[in-house]
C-alpha cells in the first residue's frame, strides 16, 4: 500500500516472516501485463470478486454494516467524486487537466460508513485528464457500476430510497438527476444558483431562514438554511426536486461570488428527500465533504501515481487500489469496532518511511501504518471542517 511504482512491492519482500513469499518484478510486471490484456474481462472478474468479498463482510459486520437497517430515512450513502492524478511523464490518455495539470481525471465511488467509521470504494472510472467535470453518462456510470457493489443488488432493478448518492454541483445535470429519479434513488446533489439570486434572496421573508447546524449538530452562528424551490424556474428538472440554500458568513479572505449577497456566502444543493428538517438536510449533504477523506486515504494507498504507461494496464492499478482500501476498511470494520482506530487513515509509507510509533501488526499486515500520531497515519475525521462542500 502507498507504492508509487510496481518496484516498491520490494517493501513487502522485505518482510517475509509477515507476508511470506512475495512475488519477483517482472512476475507482477507480466501479470499485469496478462490481465491489461482483455482489461474488461479482468475488470469484469475482479468487480464481481470484490462485490462477493463485500457481500460476506458486510454480513459478518451485522450492525455495524454500512448497509445496516437503511431505509429512506437513513439511506445508505454513495458519494460520488473525481479527482487528479499528475503524469510526470507520456502515458496513454494523459492530457491537461483544468487546473493547468497534465494527467488523468478519475471519477470515484465511495459508500460513507458514517461517523462511526471511514469508508470504501466501490467504483474507480479512469478517465483522460481533459474528461469533463459535469460529463452525466460518466457519473451514470460510475453510480450503476457503485450499485453493483451492494450485497442483493439485483441487474436491472430499482435500488430506491434507501441509497443516496451525494454529490458536488458536477452531478447537478439534467440527464443525471434525472436518471437518479428514474432509479427511484434519493439524492442530494449540489446545484448551481442563477445570476439573479441576490434578487431571489429578498423574496425570502426573514423567518423562513433557520439556523445551519455545525459537524456536531449544534446550532451554528451566522449560518443559515431556507428552501428556495418556490421561487427558482425548475422547468425540466424531476418535479419531486427541492432546492434548499445556505447563507453565512464568510471565511477570513473569502471571496465573494455575483450570486452571494449581503455580504454572506450562499450555496445550494438539490434533493429529492421530503423527510428530515432543512438544517438536518443541509448537514447531511455537507457531510459529502467526506468524499475528500476516502480520496486522500486512496491516494495514500497508491492511488498518487500511475505506475505503467498503457491505459488498461493503469486500469487494472486503479482496481488494484480499491482492493487495498477494502481490505483495510474491512478489518477496521470486522476487527477495530468501537474503537477510534476504525476512522484511521493509512499513512502510505513506502520505502525508507518512519513513523514516529510503530503499527499495530494488523496495520503492519496491511502493509501500511495507521498510527494516529504520525503527520499522514492522522484519524480521519467524523465530519469535516466547517467548510462547505457543495
Same mark, same amino acid.
Given at each position: 500500500?502507498?507504492?508509487?511504482?510496481?518496484a516498491?512491492?520490494?517493501?513487502?519482500?522485505?518482510?517475509?516472516?509477515?507476508?511470506?513469499? *512475495?512475488?519477483?518484478?517482472?512476475?507482477?510486471?507480466?501479470?499485469?501485463?496478462?490481465?491489461?490484456?482483455?482489461?474488461?474481462? /479482468?475488470?469484469?472478474a475482479?468487480?464481481t470478486?470484490?462485490?462477493?468479498?463485500?457481500?460476506?463482510?458486510?454480513? &459478518?459486520?451485522?450492525?455495524?454494516?454500512? #448497509?445496516h437497517?437503511?431505509?429512506a430515512?437513513?439511506?445508505?450513502?454513495?458519494?460520488?467524486?473525481? %479527482?487528479?492524478i499528475?503524469?510526470?511523464?507520456?502515458?496513454?490518455?494523459?492530457?491537461? $487537466?483544468?487546473?493547468?495539470?497534465?494527467?488523468?481525471?478519475?471519477?470515484?465511488?465511495?459508500?460513507?460508513?458514517?461517523?462511526?467509521?471511514?469508508?470504501e470504494?466501490? /467504483? *474507480?472510472?479512469?478517465?483522460?485528464?481533459?474528461?469533463?467535470?459535469? $460529463?452525466a453518462?460518466?457519473?451514470?456510470?460510475?453510480?450503476?457500476?457503485?450499485?453493483?457493489? &451492494?450485497?442483493?443488488?439485483?441487474?436491472?432493478?430499482?435500488?430506491?430510497?434507501?441509497?443516496? +448518492?451525494?454529490?458536488d454541483?458536477?452531478?447537478? %445535470?439534467?440527464?443525471?438527476?434525472?436518471?437518479?429519479?428514474?432509479?427511484?434513488?434519493?439524492?442530494?446533489?449540489?446545484?448551481?444558483?442563477?445570476?439573479?439570486?441576490?434578487?431571489?434572496?429578498?423574496?425570502?421573508?426573514?423567518?423562513?431562514?433557520?439556523?445551519?447546524?455545525?459537524?456536531? #449538530?449544534? *446550532?451554528?452562528?451566522?449560518?443559515w438554511?431556507?428552501?428556495?424551490?418556490?421561487?427558482?424556474?425548475? $422547468?425540466?428538472?424531476?418535479?419531486?426536486?427541492?432546492?434548499?440554500?445556505?447563507?453565512?458568513?464568510?471565511?477570513?479572505?473569502?471571496?465573494?461570488?455575483?450570486?452571494?449577497?449581503?455580504?454572506l456566502? *450562499?450555496?445550494?444543493?438539490?434533493?429529492?428527500? $421530503?423527510?428530515g428538517?432543512?438544517? #438536518?438536510?443541509?448537514?447531511?449533504?455537507?457531510?459529502?465533504?467526506?468524499?475528500?477523506?476516502?480520496?486522500?486515504?486512496?491516494?495514500? %494507498?497508491?492511488?498518487?501515481?500511475?505506475?505503467?504507461?498503457?491505459?488498461?494496464?493503469?486500469? +487494472?492499478?486503479?482496481? +488494484?487500489?480499491?482492493?487495498?482500501?477494502?481490505?483495510?476498511?474491512?478489518?477496521?470494520?470486522?476487527? &477495530?469496532?468501537?474503537?477510534?482506530?476504525?476512522?484511521?487513515?493509512?499513512?502510505?509509507c513506502?520505502?525508507?518511511?518512519?513513523?514516529?510509533?510503530?503499527?499495530?501488526?494488523?496495520?503492519?499486515a496491511?502493509?501500511?501504518?495507521?498510527?494516529p500520531?504520525?503527520?499522514?497515519?492522522?484519524?480521519?475525521?467524523?465530519?469535516?471542517?466547517?467548510?462547505?462542500?457543495?
Amino acid at each position: 500500500m502507498g507504492g508509487d511504482c510496481l518496484a516498491d512491492i520490494a517493501l513487502l519482500r522485505a518482510e517475509s516472516g509477515v507476508y511470506g513469499r *512475495v512475488a519477483s518484478d517482472p512476475t507482477v510486471s507480466r501479470t499485469i501485463d496478462a490481465l491489461a490484456a482483455d482489461a474488461s474481462a /479482468a475488470l469484469k472478474a475482479i468487480n464481481t470478486a470484490r462485490a462477493t468479498a463485500r457481500a460476506a463482510v458486510w454480513a &459478518l459486520a451485522g450492525e455495524h454494516a454500512p #448497509d445496516h437497517a437503511a431505509d429512506a430515512a437513513a439511506p445508505l450513502t454513495i458519494d460520488i467524486d473525481a %479527482t487528479l492524478i499528475t503524469a510526470h511523464s507520456e502515458k496513454e490518455q494523459a492530457a491537461p $487537466t483544468f487546473k493547468r495539470g497534465f494527467g488523468h481525471h478519475p471519477l470515484c465511488a465511495f459508500v460513507d460508513h458514517g461517523p462511526e467509521g471511514g469508508g470504501e470504494p466501490l /467504483a *474507480v472510472l479512469l478517465r483522460a485528464g481533459n474528461a469533463g467535470s459535469n $460529463t452525466a453518462a460518466d457519473h451514470i456510470t460510475v453510480a450503476r457500476a457503485a450499485l453493483a457493489q &451492494l450485497p442483493g443488488h439485483r441487474p436491472g432493478g430499482r435500488p430506491g430510497r434507501k441509497i443516496l +448518492i451525494r454529490t458536488d454541483g458536477a452531478g447537478a %445535470t439534467h440527464a443525471f438527476v434525472a436518471w437518479c429519479h428514474g432509479q427511484r434513488l434519493s439524492y442530494s446533489i449540489g446545484f448551481g444558483l442563477p445570476d439573479n439570486t441576490p434578487q431571489l434572496l429578498k423574496q425570502v421573508p426573514a423567518e423562513a431562514w433557520t439556523p445551519a447546524y455545525d459537524a456536531h #449538530d449544534q *446550532v451554528r452562528d451566522g449560518a443559515w438554511v431556507a428552501e428556495l424551490t418556490g421561487l427558482l424556474d425548475l $422547468t425540466g428538472w424531476p418535479p419531486v426536486m427541492r432546492v434548499i440554500a445556505r447563507k453565512e458568513r464568510p471565511h477570513p479572505a473569502a471571496q465573494l461570488r455575483i450570486t452571494d449577497a449581503d455580504g454572506l456566502r *450562499v450555496t445550494a444543493f438539490a434533493t429529492d428527500s $421530503t423527510r428530515g428538517q432543512l438544517p #438536518d438536510l443541509e448537514l447531511r449533504h455537507r457531510r459529502r465533504a467526506r468524499a475528500e477523506d476516502r480520496i486522500r486515504c486512496a491516494k495514500d %494507498t497508491g492511488l498518487t501515481n500511475l505506475p505503467l504507461h498503457d491505459f488498461a494496464q493503469n486500469q +487494472i492499478s486503479c482496481a +488494484i487500489v480499491a482492493l487495498a482500501c477494502e481490505l483495510t476498511a474491512w478489518m477496521q470494520m470486522l476487527a &477495530l469496532t468501537d474503537t477510534d482506530a476504525r476512522r484511521w487513515e493509512p499513512n502510505g509509507c513506502g520505502p525508507g518511511c518512519s513513523p514516529s510509533r510503530p503499527p499495530s501488526l494488523a496495520a503492519d499486515a496491511a502493509g501500511c501504518c495507521t498510527s494516529p500520531s504520525t503527520t499522514r497515519g492522522r484519524p480521519s475525521s467524523a465530519t469535516p471542517s466547517s467548510g462547505y462542500a457543495p
